[in-house]
């Protein structure tokens, strides 16, 4: 799809990331944005794919493709002190070597893991993104670390800073495949508030240090219900919420049924039947008789030739025919 430079895919690519340009100039062009639209074009049209990209760097990832990567920064920190809780031995072994995380996990964030991980996890773990917000990216980051530094043998051939980093590089294949992935993401204990507990905490860090944010990011949502959530919140309350209209949700489908007509309105001389006119006809269907039972041990013969005799003794019987009315 983006081989050719003639093709309709990087042409589409490429309008994408420069209306992104236009419509968000205080953050401009950013290159981790590119693998990110190269996989909803896979998926939807370009305009769509456009909107998409907008709402994932608004209100998934916001501030993620400012100036600075301020957001990353902070939440290289936050996944760092989460690794305490999940991982200890690879706690350890990141802050013995001074492996600062936005060596790892730059990649893994900006681009939502669309390069590092097969194919068919990409596609469980965005499907879990859209669902659940950045704490699927998190938890997913987490897996990684603890698969290749969780434990002391696995640290063996990890003497520095950077045998750690092409550790992290080159993770098995094993570990990275669907089934695998999505049973360990599933069963990590790091929920929401865990999340935005940390960083709050390194938020405070930040400022002690550095002081304010340049580039502050607006409010994180987390998943498709606190965005609709949001939504909601923005229309007029003009009936109650039990009493809700969801019919003029975005991206809710309208079914239209049509009642019969009425006696009165039926034109003269037509007839109207509610069944399909299948009287007085004959449908035939024709089958053959169920296969014999399958030999067992008390009987006479190999299977072979059990097999082949209970064969042509079926093609040979007449069908019969089944009349339905």
Request: glycine residues 6%.
């Amino acid at each position: 799809m983006f081989l050719s430079r003639e093709g309709n895919g990087q042409k589409d690519l490429y309008n994408i990331l420069k209306a992104y340009t236009v419509y968000k100039r205080e953050e401009g062009y950013c290159q981790a944005q590119g693998p990110v639209a190269a996989v909803l074009l896979m998926h939807m049209p370009a305009e769509d794919a456009f909107w998409c990209l907008v709402q994932i760097c608004e209100l998934y990832v916001p501030g993620y493709y400012s100036q600075g990567l301020e957001a990353v920064q902070l939440d290289g920190q936050v996944l760092f002190s989460l690794l305490r809780k999940v991982s200890t031995v690879a706690y350890k072994h990141l802050k013995k070597h001074q492996v600062d995380p936005l060596l790892y996990m730059t990649e893994w964030f900006m681009c939502l893991f669309s390069r590092t991980l097969p194919w068919a996890t990409v596609l469980r773990v965005w499907d879990m993104f859209f669902s659940e917000g950045v704490k699927v990216i998190f938890r997913v980051a987490l897996v990684l670390l603890k698969i290749s530094l969780g434990s002391s043998e696995k640290l063996k051939d990890c003497q520095g800073l950077v045998e750690t980093l092409e550790k992290l590089r080159n993770i098995p294949p094993m570990f990275l495949q669907e089934s695998f992935m999505i049973h360990q993401i599933s069963e990590l204990q790091i929920s929401q508030s865990d999340i935005e507990r940390e960083c709050r905490r390194q938020l405070k860090k930040w400022r002690k240090k550095r002081g304010e944010l340049r580039n502050p990011p607006g409010k994180r949502y987390y998943g498709a219900r606190d965005v609709h959530g949001r939504w909601r919140a923005g229309q007029p309350a003009s009936r109650p919420a039990e009493e809700e209209d969801l019919s003029t949700a975005p991206g809710t489908p309208t079914i239209l049924i049509s009642a019969p007509p009425s006696p009165d309105q039926r034109k003269e001389g037509e007839r109207w039947r509610s069944k399909p006119a299948a009287r007085s006809r004959t449908f035939y269907v024709q089958r053959r008789p169920n296969a014999p039972p399958v030999p067992t041990r008390g009987d006479t013969g190999t299977p072979d030739s059990m097999g082949e005799t209970q064969r042509k003794k079926r093609n040979s019987e007449p069908l019969i025919s089944d009349t339905y009315f």
